[in-house]
């Protein structure tokens, strides 16, 4: 990789928000899945597993951030839901299964234009109350 792309995408990683990086993540994971369907339709054990695998941690590193002591049913149902894709793609490796990789893209899908709706709501709700304050205190 170019010395300098990296450290375009290091200085990227570094500097974005956390809901940007969450973003980032959902993007990794899909990428990587899109790239394990590719190696299991070339054959490619090694390369699927990789880029399976690779999908997994990215998911794992969700269910260890979610705190479903405070976040009730809402983190504890994203936790299972989050347990059910991991599996599936430990099967999905096992069997070099593309529709089970499918099934799990299209979760992730899902579950990233859910985030991006509640960021851009919560990002209008901040932006309405630093309005209202900045109305209130003049």
Do not use: C
Request: charged share 20%; proline share 2%.
């Amino acid at each position: 990789m170019n010395p300098y792309l990296k450290q375009y995408q290091q200085t990227q990683i570094q500097t974005a928000s956390p809901e940007k990086i969450l973003i980032m993540l959902y993007d990794g994971a899909i990428q990587f899945l899109n790239k394990a369907k590719i190696a299991v339709e070339n054959k490619n054990i090694e390369e699927t597993h990789n880029n399976i695998i690779s999908a997994q941690r990215i998911i794992s590193e969700f269910m260890n951030t979610l705190d479903t002591q405070s976040g009730g049913e809402v983190a504890k149902n994203l936790f299972s839901l989050y347990e059910y894709l991991h599996y599936t793609l430990v099967q999905a490796n096992l069997k070099k299964d593309i529709p089970m990789i499918e099934e799990v893209i299209a979760h992730l899908k899902d579950l990233k234009q859910t985030w991006e709706e509640a960021i851009r709501i919560a990002l209008r709700e901040r932006g309405q109350q630093h309005t209202e304050s900045s109305v209130q205190s003049a």
